[in-house]
């Protein structure tokens, strides 16, 4: 059935500075000479760069990320499964990822030391990654050590932060987790102790506590890092058994709750499918809720004639529904909703990159440094050893 493509959205989803902070997710200028986006060669020059780097490259491309670019991808996939087939691949000098900031670094982390990680866009960052700061998460954990909490307090950070962050999880005996074993990090964490820290994204630690573990929304609280004590009082936070980080994804939390009122006015009998990454109302309002890979299966495997509304980035509900035109698949926001940031890496940046490597110049490398990358990598081992 023929894709409608949302209407454009009026505002940006996020503003992306300009300058060099290169602590930060985003707002980094590419350095060097990009081709023009008008260069007739750009697919060409992509394809030429690739065949010359041969085995020595591999290009990942994750599933939000623009269909110019992932034509290019050797693999594609969410950020977790990208970055286990990047270390699957030692052959491969050159890791060229194309998805954002945080992504490359857990590839860092799990390739070998000879292997090097290239982002084709440095501005290609994370905004909910950027929710979440090294400072002040410390801060946090020095409230819940000045408490007495923090001893009986295990902290989970979702894959979506920075190498700082899961650095810091992993020297507190934490975890990580994705958006398909958020539960199972859950449960393991509650045998270890009497509270979870979550971090960045309150939504999938409030959808998955709430929804698949029992808890009450009552038992979860909210904490603000640019508020004095997370904008909690000590008693909340001793009360609490899910203290969440006020983070999001800008991208997954603009679907609202009339955005699902709407398609099934619009479309009777459509099955409303969502990322839970997006806020509660919606996720409880929806039919089913699960990662990005869990979403491609149920499309996937849903019968020709049925319809679906789907709650999660744009490029992706699109290839979706080029791939299944027996199926009505619809963008689940009436207006268009990219990952902005990911967005970055076109395809002049991709052909920037390889022709760079081609020439034998590594250009927007992400390195973590060896103290981050081992406590960052404890926690990433901890969650592949999750029961
Ligand atoms: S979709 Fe959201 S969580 Fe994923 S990279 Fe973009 S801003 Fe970050």
Redesign the pocket.
């Known amino acids: 059935m023929t894709w409608a493509e949302p209407s454009s959205t009026a505002t940006a989803?996020?503003l992306l500075g300009r300058g060099s902070d290169l602590a930060s997710?985003r707002g980094v200028d590419c350095p060097g000479e990009l081709p023009a986006p008008s260069d007739p060669d750009l697919v060409a020059r992509a394809a030429a760069a690739k065949a010359a780097l041969g085995d020595r490259l591999f290009v990942l491309g994750?599933h939000?990320q623009r269909d110019e670019v992932i034509e290019f991808a050797d693999v594609t996939g969410d950020?977790f499964k990208l970055a286990k087939e990047a270390a699957a691949r030692p052959q491969a000098e050159y890791i060229v990822f194309c998805?954002?900031h945080?992504?490359a670094e857990s590839a860092d982390i799990l390739t070998s030391d000879t292997q090097r990680v290239v982002l084709p866009d440095l501005a290609a960052?994370?905004?909910?990654?950027d929710m979440a700061a090294l400072g002040q998460v410390e801060e946090a954990w020095d409230t819940l050590l000045d408490l007495d909490i923090a001893g009986r307090t295990v902290p989970i950070t979702?894959m979506?932060s920075s190498a700082d962050i899961k650095g810091f999880v992993g020297r507190n005996k934490g975890v990580v987790c994705t958006s398909s074993n958020a539960e199972r990090a859950l449960r393991w964490a509650f045998e270890r102790g009497e509270k979870v820290l979550f971090l960045p994204?309150q939504h999938l630690g409030r959808n998955t506590a709430v929804l698949q573990m029992g808890l009450t929304l009552d038992d979860c609280v909210l904490y603000d890092p640019h508020k004095p004590g997370g904008g909690l009082t000590a008693q909340q936070l001793r009360d609490a058994k899910m203290i969440l980080w006020r983070g999001?994804?800008?991208?997954?939390?603009r679907f609202t709750l009339d955005c699902v009122t709407e398609v099934r006015e619009r479309i009777p009998g459509v099955n409303v499918l969502v990322h839970p990454?997006c806020r509660h109302e919606v996720v409880t309002a929806a039919d089913y809720v699960g990662s990005t890979e869990y979403i491609i299966k149920m499309i996937e495997a849903a019968p020709a004639g049925s319809a679906w509304a789907v709650g999660?980035?744009l490029n992706l509900v699109r290839r979706l529904a080029n791939a299944h035109p027996d199926k009505q698949i619809t963008f689940l926001d009436r207006t268009v909703c990219y990952?902005?940031?990911?967005n970055r890496i076109d395809l002049p940046h991709l052909v920037w990159a390889l022709e760079e490597l081609v020439a034998g110049r590594v250009v927007n490398e992400i390195t973590v440094d060896a103290e981050t990358a081992h406590y960052a990598r404890a926690a990433l081992d901890q969650m592949l050893a999750l029961p």
Not at 125 to 129: D, I, N, V, Y
Not at 248 to 253: D, F, P, Q
Request: proline share 0%; with cysteine; charged share 15%.
């Open positions: 989803l996020l997710e994750h939000y950020s998805g954002v945080f992504m960052g994370c905004s909910m990654a979702y979506n994204d999001h994804c800008s991208v997954h939390g990454e999660t980035e990952c902005s940031t990911m």
